[in-house]
């Protein structure tokens, strides 16, 4: 009950609530304090845009609470608070996060190396770089948020998560901001993508897009075709990707 209850007053999002919410951050069940951490990330956010003195005291008590909440002796705990602080304010959480990459939990390291991705945190990029050779979900968490740093050290990882299905379409979009088709083996390996029969779509379009930036012409090919797939979001995605292409290339004093 205390459960559910914590979850509704986080999804109504009203600073009143965060009193309540705090004082079960103590409490003897891990999963009301879960749900307090929860119901926290939910009301700051919501603060978050209210300049007004009580919303901006709201936020900084959500704040002051999840920081004490990554420390946690419970590893969900720990990982709902990570996602909670990132909710409030990636780049403002991320001093509280870096030593998060290093927790005795696995997917409480992945969920930091996520969000100090998210945040783009140049502080992070060699404690994320060390953990390219940890377990598979940190290790792609790692080089995810290291692509978003424009570090290529992220791209063997990347490769070897491309045939993975729940982590290729991350994997191939990272690989195109990065421009790493531009090397020979990537581009060949992005080519490949497109000719497999039973590859997913949307893993393809940002393969497509990959060699595109590169400047190889199979990848505007490729999303032209696109545009006249059958599913709604392989269509809507090959149409932003070509909109971004062309964007750049008018921002491209090269022409």
């Known amino acids: ?20 919410a705090v004082d079960r951050l103590d409490d003897g069940d891990p999963l009301v304090r879960e749900a307090a951490v929860i119901a926290l990330g939910q009301i700051g956010a ?7 003195p009580a919303s901006r005291a709201a936020l900084d008590t959500a704040f002051a ?13 720990r990982f709902q608070a990570i996602a909670s602080l990132a909710e409030i304010s990636s780049e403002r959480s991320a001093p509280l996060l870096r030593p998060l990459v290093g927790d005795r939990d696995p997917k409480v390291r992945a969920q930091a190396a996520a969000a100090l991705g998210d945040a783009r945190d140049e502080a992070a990029r060699e404690a994320l770089a060390a953990h390219l050779t940890d377990v598979e979900e940190v290790r792609h ?3 995810l948020a290291l692509a978003r740093l424009g570090d290529l050290r992220a791209v063997p990882i990347l490769v070897t998560s491309l045939p993975a299905g729940d982590r290729a379409f991350d994997a191939a979009t990272a690989l195109a901001e990065l421009d790493a088709a531009r090397q ?8 490949g993508l497109l000719t497999r029969i039973l590859g997913d779509p949307m893993v393809k379009v940002r393969a497509a897009q990959a ?3 590169a400047g190889d012409p199979r990848g505007r090919a490729y999303l032209e ?8 979001e392989v269509r809507g995605l090959a149409t932003t990707v070509l909109t971004e292409l062309d964007d750049g290339n008018r921002d491209d004093p090269r022409g």
């Not at 919501?46 to 007004?52: F, L, Q, V």
């Not at 020979?184 to 080519?191: H, K, N, S």
């Open 1 to 20: 009950m205390r459960y559910a209850a914590l979850l509704s007053l986080g999804e109504l999002g009203r600073p009143q609530a965060i009193p309540s």
């Open 46 to 52: 919501a603060a978050g845009g209210d300049e007004s």
């Open 65 to 77: 609470a999840l920081a004490r909440a990554v420390k946690s002796d419970r590893p969900e705990v």
């Open 141 to 143: 968490e790692a080089a």
């Open 184 to 191: 020979p083996e990537i581009r060949a390996l992005c080519a």
């Open 211 to 213: 060699l595109a930036r």
């Open 225 to 232: 075709k696109a545009l006249r797939a059958r599913r709604d």
